[in-house]
């Protein structure tokens, strides 16, 4: 029987390596119902891997997933089962499919047709319904795929870079998206006013390893995450 305390998506000691690389190193995390929790660090930090194994295209060698303390072993094409929506770094649209059949196939069951409307009014590019995805320009390709992933009203959405290729404007319209999401959102995500503005809770990922949990305030003066980015950069 789950209690409070075991309520949301927990990452227990996991560990993942390709051969001789160490891709994730240990790495725990709580994301608890209805926060925001950004997973951030240097370019082969390990955030997508651990996103994958959540999505389960990563086996880890060690380690566990729950879900409100039931063990949790996910597989791609299940997800939806658990609740659980993602958004990939780029756009991975049906170039057949209208904007509003995509949006439809992004639901556990075929969304009707009004259900897919709506989000996409949510996400600002209704206008778009019966257009092909190839016609729009990235921007609203992208709103297209937050649109695709909140139709299923996921319990846990999972955004990989969404802020990617999108100007102030966009960037702006997608953080208050994240906030009134009304779900539990896990982001990955290189642009760091938007972590700092959404996020509750932040993990910094270098090298595979765990250096830093905490609030924005916390890991905004963290020396470990400054040396993390300023050792990448340099």
Same mark, same amino acid.
């Given at each position: 029987? #789950?209690?409070?305390?075991?309520?949301? $998506?927990?990452?227990?000691?996991?560990?993942?390596?390709?051969?001789?690389?160490?891709?994730?190193?240990?790495? #725990?995390?709580?994301?608890?119902?209805?926060?925001?929790?950004?997973?951030?660090?240097?370019?082969?930090?390990?955030?997508?891997?651990?996103?994958?194994?959540?999505?389960?295209?990563?086996?880890?060698?060690?380690?566990?997933?729950? $879900?409100?303390?039931?063990?949790?072993?996910?597989?791609?094409?299940? +997800? @939806?089962?658990?609740?659980? %929506?993602?958004? !990939?770094?780029?756009?991975?649209?049906?170039?057949?499919?209208?904007?509003?059949?995509?949006?439809?196939?992004?639901?556990?069951?075929?969304?009707?047709?009004? &259900?897919?409307?709506?989000?996409?009014?949510?996400?600002?590019?209704?206008?778009?319904?019966?257009?092909?995805?190839?016609?729009?320009?990235?921007?609203?390709?992208?709103?297209?795929?937050?649109?695709?992933?909140?139709?299923?009203?996921?319990?846990?959405?999972? $955004?990989?870079?969404?802020?990617?290729?999108?100007? %102030?404007?966009?960037?702006?319209?997608? %953080?208050?998206?994240?906030?009134?999401?009304?779900?539990?959102? +896990?982001?990955?995500? @290189?642009?760091?006013?938007?972590?700092? #503005?959404?996020?509750?809770?932040? +993990?910094? !990922?270098?090298?595979?390893?765990?250096?830093? +949990?905490?609030?924005?305030?916390?890991?905004?003066?963290?020396?470990?995450?400054? &040396?993390?980015?300023?050792?990448?950069?340099?």
């Amino acid at each position: 029987m #789950s209690t409070h305390d075991d309520q949301g $998506l927990f990452l227990h000691h996991i560990t993942v390596r390709f051969g001789g690389l160490l891709a994730l190193d240990d790495v #725990s995390l709580r994301v608890p119902p209805g926060r925001v929790v950004g997973i951030i660090g240097p370019n082969g930090a390990g955030k997508t891997t651990l996103f994958n194994v959540i999505c389960g295209f990563v086996a880890p060698q060690s380690g566990a997933i729950t $879900l409100d303390g039931r063990p949790l072993r996910p597989r791609p094409h299940r +997800l @939806h089962r658990h609740g659980i %929506a993602r958004t !990939l770094q780029g756009v991975g649209q049906f170039g057949g499919l209208t904007v509003l059949e995509n949006v439809q196939v992004g639901q556990r069951r075929k969304a009707k047709a009004e &259900e897919a409307y709506a989000a996409l009014e949510r996400c600002g590019v209704a206008e778009y319904a019966g257009a092909y995805p190839a016609s729009l320009p990235y921007a609203k390709r992208k709103r297209v795929e937050l649109a695709r992933a909140l139709v299923a009203r996921p319990r846990i959405l999972m $955004l990989d870079e969404p802020a990617g290729g999108l100007d %102030a404007d966009e960037i702006g319209w997608l %953080a208050d998206l994240i906030r009134d999401a009304g779900t539990t959102v +896990l982001l990955v995500e @290189h642009h760091m006013d938007l972590v700092m #503005s959404v996020c509750d809770e932040i +993990l910094v !990922l270098d090298f595979g390893k765990p250096i830093a +949990l905490g609030t924005p305030g916390e890991i905004r003066t963290n020396p470990k995450v400054a &040396e993390a980015y300023l050792g990448a950069a340099a």
